[in-house]
């Protein structure tokens, strides 16, 4: 009996150490499954994780961009409407001092010509009182002719003056023929009343 006992022990102790190390190792094979499963599954949730942290950073970048954008695109058309609005102001103004500029060019050209009639004016009548006072003097003074008075003898004794340069006795007979000449022009013209 003790023998058998034995024997059953062994047999029992033997299988108990068979399905304990069957068991172990499927325990094993468990654990191993188990935990490459869930490296598996952290590894997944990891990278599902990475991912959508990854695609939160992108989506906040594209907002940021997209709002930068916006604020760009604002500001662009800010300055437009702005550089538009000068250009507009500008423009007025431009107009409004050839509008100024014009109405000056009238008015100078206005006075230019009031004052060329003035002066045209002014010119007539300056022409007109002064032939009124020519005509006046020449009605009050009467014009007399001159005619030289014994122009062949003078001609004579300047030319015997230079014949007989030094020596003017030469030439004493033309020049009291001259003289005589002169004084009986002057006894005409104190009798006429010329």
Not at 83 to 93: M, P, W, Y
Not at 96 to 112: I, P, T, W
């Amino acid at each position: 009996e003790e023998a058998l006992r034995k024997k059953i022990t062994d047999e029992l102790s033997k299988g108990f150490e068979q399905d304990r190390a069957k068991a172990k190792q499927e325990m094993q094979a468990w654990f191993d499954a188990e935990k490459a499963r869930t490296s598996a599954q952290a590894q997944t949730a990891a990278q599902s994780q990475v991912q959508a942290e990854v695609s939160r950073m992108l989506s906040a970048e594209r907002a940021v961009a997209q709002e930068n954008f916006q604020q760009a695109v604002i500001r662009e058309r800010i300055t437009t409407e702005d550089e538009i609005l000068r250009a507009q102001i500008l423009a007025k103004q431009l107009d409004a001092k050839e509008a100024d500029l014009k109405k000056q060019d009238a008015f100078y050209r206005e006075q230019v010509a009031r004052l060329e009639e003035r002066s045209a004016q002014f010119y007539k009548v300056t022409t007109e009182n002064y032939r009124k006072a020519a005509d006046q003097v020449n009605a009050k003074f009467k014009r007399y002719e001159v005619n030289p008075v014994c122009a062949d003898l003078q001609g004579q004794v300047l030319s015997c003056y230079k014949e007989n340069a030094g020596k003017t006795l030469n030439c004493s007979n033309i020049a009291a023929l001259y003289l005589q000449c002169v004084n009986n022009a002057k006894q005409n013209k104190l009798r006429t009343g010329g």
